[in-house]
């Protein structure tokens, strides 16, 4: 799972419009943050967005599929799905599917229960893009 500097700084740019976003490496891709809450993944620079019960009849009606990947010998589904290729093109419309991914995030983050913070402490942060 890889997202190169340039793809990540392009979605940056392209997210602009929904609010300050950042990037977060992990695993070789990154996690796209807003509001310290993660509601985008880049993996292969592929962008996949936060679904949930709400949002995911969107993907699959766009023919979208969710992040796989296999662990301990078999496959794992995430609630991120993959981002239509089009909104690449439509920046507006890229703006409105990261507003429903961040609102899933947000639903998602309020139905977990509180966790204390990370012994390793804070991650480092990519750099924004300036408003």
């Keep these: 799972m890889t997202a190169s500097a340039q793809h990540l700084e392009h979605l940056l740019e392209l997210l602009a419009g929904a609010g300050p976003v950042i990037a977060r490496r992990m695993f070789g891709g990154a996690g796209l ?3 310290g809450i993660m509601f985008a993944l880049v993996a292969n620079d592929i962008l996949y967005l936060k679904a949930d019960a709400e949002t995911e009849p969107r993907f ?3 023919g979208m599929i969710p992040f ?3 662990g301990r ?3 794992v589904v995430m609630s991120y799905w993959r981002a239509p290729e089009h909104l690449y ?3 507006d419309e890229m703006v409105e599917w990261a507003r429903a991914a961040m609102a899933a995030a947000r639903r998602a983050q309020a139905k977990k229960p509180a966790t204390p913070a990370s012994p390793a402490g804070p991650r480092r942060k990519l750099p924004t893009r300036p408003k």
């Design 33 to 35: 943050y807003a509001d």
């Design 60 to 62: 699959r009606d766009a």
């Design 73 to 75: 010998g078999k496959a």
């Design 89 to 91: 093109d439509e920046p």
């Design 68 to 70: 796989t990947y296999t």
